[in-house]
């Protein structure tokens, strides 16, 4: 399958906490299809991205390079990257929308992620004018025009926050009722405490929705072995 666009995210391995993430969505991303009846009042804007949290936002291919090649880089990626441990993941509102995030440290968890920008940047294409002109806003920092520049996405490095989008942007008056729906949802998944093991590489179709390419396990940093 030829894909417009590719990323790299983290979307949880096979078991429940996937299952649920997609059912709430509606999208499930390992397999590229439907699931479920989602509220698409709520998830019709994240739906189409899949359940996930991006480590390398999408990106096309610089000229020259190929599919083949990126995958050859992923893997090489995911074979030098520790995994990490969080105290756990849980729901809370971010700005006008509602997504689980981690709780305790993230060091660990903001390395990860900026090496997954830097190590893959060499095939990143450059940003068009078009893309330059979208992915501006009018509220940005410094620190993000920078980043959009040298990176292709203003929310890295130290403006990096890992998040698993549950809604589109929110009405005010439906936000805590949307909280307590997703608390509901996902408190039959094991996310306190969870360990990032995985690193997705997905791929973005024509119609404007991703699909996972390949799980990769990251290497436990002593023994050398997929945890």
Not at 14 to 29: N, T, Y
Not at 165 to 187: C, N
Request: glycine fraction near 8%.
């Amino acid at each position: 399958m030829t894909y417009t666009r590719y990323a790299i995210y983290y979307t949880p391995p096979p078991g429940r906490f996937a299952e649920l993430g997609a059912r709430w969505l509606g999208w499930d991303i390992a397999k590229g299809q439907p699931v479920g009846t989602p509220d698409l009042d709520i998830v019709a804007t994240p739906r189409r991205y899949g359940f996930h949290a991006t480590l390398k936002a999408p990106f096309f291919l610089v000229d020259g390079v190929t599919e083949d090649d990126l995958i050859c880089a992923f893997r090489d990626l995911a074979q030098n990257l520790a995994p990490v441990a969080l105290e756990g993941l849980e729901v809370r509102r971010l700005g006008g929308f509602v997504a689980l995030v981690p709780f305790g440290n993230t060091d660990a968890l903001q390395s990860l992620a900026a090496d997954c920008v830097t190590r893959l940047d060499p095939f990143r294409a450059p940003l068009s004018e078009a893309e330059r002109l979208r992915k501006t806003k009018p509220h940005m920092t410094q620190a993000h025009r920078q980043n959009l520049e040298q990176w292709g996405y203003a929310h890295v490095m130290d403006s990096f926050r890992f998040h698993m989008t549950l809604s589109g942007p929110l009405p005010k008056d439906i936000r805590d009722r949307v909280m307590t729906q997703a608390e509901a949802h996902f408190a039959p998944a094991q996310i306190a405490p969870l360990t990032i093991a995985t690193i997705t590489l997905v791929g973005e179709r024509a119609d404007g929705t991703f699909k996972s390419i390949e799980q990769a396990r990251l290497r436990d940093p002593q023994t050398g072995a997929a945890i």
